[in-house]
């Protein structure tokens, strides 16, 4: 199934996508939102709840929202695909442990709308296409054999970030990472049976266009299931926390010179069995 978050004349709702149209969950379903669904275990009643409905609206007529409008925690992985690693050029060893931080809810839109590049602090807005893990069952110390079965599905997420205030703190990269409305996900949750595995599976960035990023998650560092076991050492995972799971090389930094995101650019992550998530660039 692929879940949706959506607006429609200021009020928040949720569904099924079918066929380019959306079936209206919210006042079939006992949950408030999606983050509801999962948290009651409820996901497969959906399906049920959408069985011979009509299709309620269509996917161009509504404001799409991240498929968890209001995640409890947002929890970044950073140079975790190998490539990305060697990209630095500092002849470190791989690291024995992932670098991760986190992100504001109020740092991220849903798919279609405007990515902000913040003038007048910054410039360098840069994107960073990556796949998010969206939790559906809670843990603590989750046994990595075990972390599959707290996957309730994924998303595409743009993990955007603003580049020189990364480097505003010694050890820290949070102010880069969390300026309002910088990133983007979605654009909907395709559910965990919608996949054969999480060890190839494939994410594009492209602007304007042209591809930037391209890599699988073959190439990962540290494997979905890894992350998940680590994270739930330190924190208890809950129905609706997202792990976003690091980007491949391509970052517009990166290039010479580095290619920021202005005002009209286009980005687009594609994720084959999620979507394309799609916005434009605007200055705010």
Not at 259 to 282: A, M, S, T, Y
Request: charged residues 25%.
């Amino acid at each position: 199934m692929k879940l949706i978050s959506f607006d429609v004349d200021g009020a928040e709702r949720f569904g099924i996508v079918r066929n380019e149209h959306i079936v209206d969950l919210t006042n079939k379903a006992a949950a408030g939102s999606l983050r509801d669904v999962l948290a009651r275990n409820a996901i497969g009643e959906l399906e049920q709840l959408a069985r011979g409905a009509p299709a309620d609206y269509a996917l161009e007529d509504v404001r799409f929202l991240p498929p968890i409008p209001a995640p409890g925690k947002i929890i970044c992985v950073g140079v975790n695909y190998s490539h990305r690693n060697e990209e630095y050029k500092d002849g470190a060893p791989p690291p024995q442990y992932p670098s991760v931080f986190p992100r504001f809810p109020s740092s991220l839109v849903g798919h279609g709308e405007p990515l902000l590049c913040p003038l007048p602090e910054s410039t360098q807005l840069d994107y960073e296409g990556e796949i998010a893990i969206i939790i559906g069952k809670r843990g603590r110390r989750i046994a990595e054999d075990r972390a599959e079965e707290h996957i309730a599905g994924l998303t595409c997420m743009n993990e955007g970030t603003v580049r020189d205030w990364l480097r505003h703190g010694k050890f820290n990269v949070t102010q880069g990472k969390n300026f309002d409305h910088s990133g983007s996900i979605g654009p909907w949750m395709a559910t965990a049976d919608e996949f054969d595995g999480y060890d190839k599976l494939q994410v594009v960035t492209r602007v304007n266009g042209e591809e930037r990023q391209r890599d699988t998650t073959a190439n990962l560092m540290f494997s979905f299931r890894f992350l998940i076991h680590y994270i739930s050492r330190w924190t208890t995972l809950e129905p609706g926390d997202i792990i976003s799971t690091g980007t491949p090389i391509g970052a517009g930094v990166r290039f010479d010179p580095p290619r920021f995101l202005k005002e009209g650019d286009i980005v687009e992550v594609e994720v084959p069995g999620i979507g394309i998530l799609r916005n434009p660039i605007e200055n705010g």
